[in-house]
């Protein structure tokens, strides 16, 4: 597989991804494969009769219920600074004369750090033990561009640009590629994210429930549609029509999933990040095998009027903390097979700007929903926040690298993997914040 | 007079008389009738229509045929072919064509929205300049508008439907200078805010990141500052009583001081002129028309893009980003239309182009809850980098494209008319065939006894999901 990451580049790396290591029939000929049916025109519209049914297409259950990975990814640069307040700072309220958070405020966490007062759900997680939190945490990426940042971080990289490809989660999966499920990768409320691409099985769902054929009534049952469309999409000849198949495999799924899981006293807010965890509850409920989950949160980009206790800052950070604690509370006795990482692709600058919002930094918060959380303390290399231990643009410089964490996810929690092929730019070691 | 207006708008929204909306009955006069013959191997125009624009009629497959390709990408490139009259009629209908971002207010939001989604779905459809169209849908993603931001919705229309499309083939200077100066993106990207002692990087940076230059292209984090300071003061009009949503400097906001942009000096004395000579320089700038070249060979080439990018890098430089001069290379290179080129049709691509292979009529009020489902809403794409090109970004929309083709074939979407079996007429071909000639340019074979169900899973078929 190494050698496909190396030799391939960006778009062959779809391909390389999925049918790189499964065997002699697609190693090394997956694009002549695909040209030599995309040569044919009308491939399947003219064969399209001649392939069987539903049947010949692989869906694979998982056998026992797995780990499952969900990322909530807050887009758009979250204020770490506004989430995990460093009250023992002086330079903090110094720098933001009017955004600053006192320390009567926030929530305590330990003896320098507090939370944000919105966010009494991740609190009470916190209070359990269940939550491991990790300030100062970014990459090496100093474009302080959005996209530059976030693909430096979906792709696992040090750098954004020159990564070996793909996405770190797709890398994960192709990896690990222990457990087979149609549905071992999904994400929620758009479209696939970065850190997914590479790995074409991975599903972008809208809600759960709308996701089904709507066969027009009188027609034809769907299952007969289901069988038709099989038909079509009979196997791997390019990315979306692989894409295609999976789909197909994942509506016969869901169709078939046992129903009627209530949450347990979870009130998920009803916002899309709200939806989406639901989504992700019901899914893990019904064993199919979810491996990892992606759901964004945002936009966090709060160059103006970010508010403090009220408003912007506060809103986003209160539909956080709720959804996760409702996702929390809705897993129940699952929560043991599910890991929660929250990260965003960089922190904001110290200084408030004058439209009192703040610009795009460097390091941020990162944290970790697990049952067997490191809490109790903040985690994590503290670069301070006097103006001599600011960066050169003045932001909070990074303490941890944001691969060592996730690599610790990994290896702690997910189906072993070699840290070295899904972050391959990785010298220092992981972090372990889960036990 | 906005006040004025802004009442007659108000009066009648409450007669329900603003939107007097495209309808269905006009959109049939915009239903081809006459027989067609249809042309052996006509799959390779079928692709070069598919990419140069929202996909074939049978029509413009013969035409294509008639005049040859060359002769027709000029055609195209003039952008002259005469509008279908009745598209006009209906374009004009549309209030965001009559009225100003500050008198479309009157409306609600979600009034705008259907008539911007409205406007550019019948232009994909119906219009003869279908390469115009194409280009401006790739300036709206290069210069990208999330209207669900900062009035966007209202402050669009003007921008887009105007500006932008006048410019789509014309020069990439003018365009650039044109989206700087635009109400939409002075909101949508803080421009609007920056000022002296508030200095706003958000336009500036994506101004070189993703506007002109692209990343990593020679610029530094202190450009992106002097930049953002040349466009202090640059901002939209709201001040009381004046014509507002529209360009305005305001010396005031100005940070005054000489700048240094990329080695290039910049005035203290220009005052607005400052932002003019910042354009000036990133137009002419050598990774300006590579980063253009690059992005276009991958629209219309897709994996043969590399190769040919440096041919049309050179075409924006000695024509001084002439759109038309680079298009031109593109369009009659060897590799468009090219098999192997992978090039994924986007929700709209493939909404639109299905209407156009049947000669559907429609007001495409229908279409607007289909894209959305497909996850291509118009104009609503959040980040700053515009709707993704890559196949990989759209796996996820394969269900609602087949709920679509399912709704479609069995007359299930409002306000939208057609027929197969006028179509197998007018072509003369058994009804799965002409299905199969005007999607793919190949009569192929059927998949269902019933035309319909046919109709239904060729559209959701893998080779209907590439252009």
Redesign the interface.
């Known amino acids: 597989m190494s050698e496909n990451w190396k030799t391939c580049d960006g ?1 062959a790396l ?1 391909y390389a991804a999925r049918y790189g290591e499964a065997g002699s029939d697609w190693a090394g000929v997956h694009v002549s494969r695909r ?1 030599a049916i ?2 044919l ?6 064969l ?2 001649a392939g069987s049914a539903l049947a010949q297409a692989t869906f694979r259950a998982a056998k026992k219920p797995g780990h499952t990975l969900v990322v909530v990814f807050l ?1 758009g640069g979250a204020d770490g600074l506004s989430l995990v307040v460093p009250h023992f700072e002086p330079d903090y309220a110094r720098a933001r004369p009017q955004l600053a958070l006192s320390e009567r405020q926030t929530k305590p966490l330990d003896s320098r750090f507090s939370m944000h007062p919105g966010m009494p759900g991740l609190l009470e997680i916190w209070q359990e033990g269940h939550l491991s939190i990790v300030h100062a945490v970014g990459s090496s990426d ?7 940042a976030m693909r430096t971080m979906e792709t696992g990289a040090f750098d954004g ?1 020159r990564h070996t490809g793909g996405g770190w989660l797709a890398r994960f999966l192709t990896e690990s590629d222990a457990m087979e499920s149609t549905l071992r990768a999904v ?1 929620f409320g ?3 994210p970065e850190s997914l ?2 790995y ?1 099985p ?5 809600r759960l429930d709308d ?6 009534e009188g ?2 049952q769907d299952g007969e ?1 289901l069988n ?2 099989a038909k ?2 009979t196997g791997p ?5 692989e ?2 198949h999976e ?1 197909l495999g994942v ?1 016969k799924m869901l169709r078939d999933r046992p129903k009627g899981q209530a949450a347990q006293g979870a009130a998920y807010p009803e916002t899309e990040f709200g939806r989406s965890l639901k989504d992700v509850a019901a899914l893990v409920h019904a064993d199919l095998g979810l491996e990892v989950a992606c759901v964004d949160h945002g ?1 966090w980009d709060t ?2 009027a970010q508010g403090t206790t009220e408003g912007w800052i506060a809103n986003n950070v209160g539909d956080l903390s709720a959804g996760l604690h409702a996702f929390w509370q809705d897993l129940g006795e699952r929560r043991k097979n599910v890991t929660v990482v929250v990260q965003t692709e960089f922190g904001r600058r110290v200084n408030e ?3 009192l919002g703040t ?2 930094g460097r390091s941020s918060v990162f944290m970790v929903l697990d049952t067997k959380a490191r809490g109790g303390k903040v985690l994590g290399d503290w670069p301070g926040l006097k103006p001599d231990q600011l960066d050169e ?1 003045g932001d909070l410089r990074v303490g941890t690298d944001y691969r060592r964490l996730l690599a610790g996810v990994l290896k702690s929690r997910m189906s072993p993997v070699s840290v070295q092929k899904v972050f391959p730019e990785l010298t220092e070691t992981e972090v372990n914040v889960v036990n | 007079m906005g006040i004025s207006r802004r009442e007659v708008l108000m009066g009648a929204a409450a007669l329900g008389l603003a939107g007097c909306a495209p309808t269905l009955r006009r959109a049939r006069e915009l239903q081809p009738t006459a027989p067609i013959r249809p042309v052996d191997g006509a799959s390779l125009s079928v692709r070069k229509l598919n990419r140069m624009g929202y996909g074939p009629t049978p029509e413009e497959v013969a035409r294509v045929e008639e005049i040859g390709w060359e002769a027709y990408v000029d055609e195209q490139l003039a952008a002259t072919r005469a509008e279908p009259a009745e598209l006009e009629a209906m374009l004009r209908q549309l209030d965001i064509h009559s009225f100003g971002a500050v008198d479309l207010r009157a409306l609600p939001e979600h009034e705008v929205i259907r008539q911007l989604h409205q406007a550019t779905l019948l232009r994909t459809i119906y219009s003869s300049n279908q390469l115009r169209e194409r280009m401006v849908e790739f300036w709206s993603d290069h210069f990208n508008i999330d209207i669900k931001k900062a009035y966007g919705t209202f402050y669009l229309s003007k921008d887009l439907n105007q500006n932008l499309r006048s410019q789509a083939l014309g020069t990439f200077p003018k365009l650039l200078s044109q989206s700087a100066h635009g109400p939409s993106m002075l909101a949508y990207l803080d421009n609007k805010q920056n000022r002296k002692g508030g200095v706003n990087e958000n336009y500036g940076r994506e101004l070189l990141e993703l506007h002109s230059m692209g990343v990593r292209s020679g610029y530094t984090q202190k450009d992106v500052r002097e930049v953002a300071k040349c466009f202090t003061g640059w901002t939209v009009e709201d001040r009381f009583l004046r014509a507002g949503g529209t360009f305005r400097f305001d010396p005031e906001r100005h940070e005054p001081g000489a700048r240094l942009v990329l080695g290039h000096r910049i005035a203290a004395d220009l005052g607005k002129g400052q932002g003019d000579r910042v354009l000036d320089i990133l137009g002419a700038h050598p990774a300006t028309g590579q980063h253009i070249a690059r992005k276009l060979c991958a629209l219309f080439l897709g994996e043969h893009g590399p190769e040919v990018t440096p041919e049309v890098a050179r075409a924006y430089h000695t024509s001084n980003g002439d759109i038309k001069a680079m298009m031109r290379v593109i369009l009659l290179h060897p590799k468009f239309g090219a098999e192997d080129a992978r090039l994924p049709k986007r929700p709209l691509d493939f909404v639109a182009g299905s209407m156009r292979a049947l000669g559907s009529a429609t007001s495409c009020v229908g279409l607007i809850e289909p894209l959305e489902k497909m996850r291509q809403p118009l104009y609503q794409w959040p980040m700053p980098d515009g709707y993704s090109m890559r196949a990989s970004a759209w796996t996820g929309s394969l269900l609602e494209r087949w709920n679509f083709a399912l709704a479609l074939a069995f007359g299930q979407l409002p306000d939208l008319d057609f027929s197969i079996e006028t179509l197998a007429e007018r072509l003369s071909l058994p009804a799965a065939e002409a299905v199969n000639y005007v999607l793919f340019g190949q009569r192929g074979k059927a998949l269902h006894s019933d035309p319909r169900r046919h109709l239904a899973l060729a559209l959701g078929s893998p080779e209907f999901l590439w252009r």
């Open positions: 778009s779809e040209q995309v040569r025109g009308l491939g399947a519209l003219g399209g009769l887009r100093t474009t302080r561009s959005h996209f530059e640009r994400s758009g479209m696939l691409r590479g074409p991975a599903m972008a769902l809208g996701f089904r054929l709507q066969v027009p027609v034809a549609w038709d469309l079509l999409y000849k390019d990315l979306l029509a894409a295609g789909t509506l936009i160059h103006a700007n004058v439209v610009d795009h643009e």
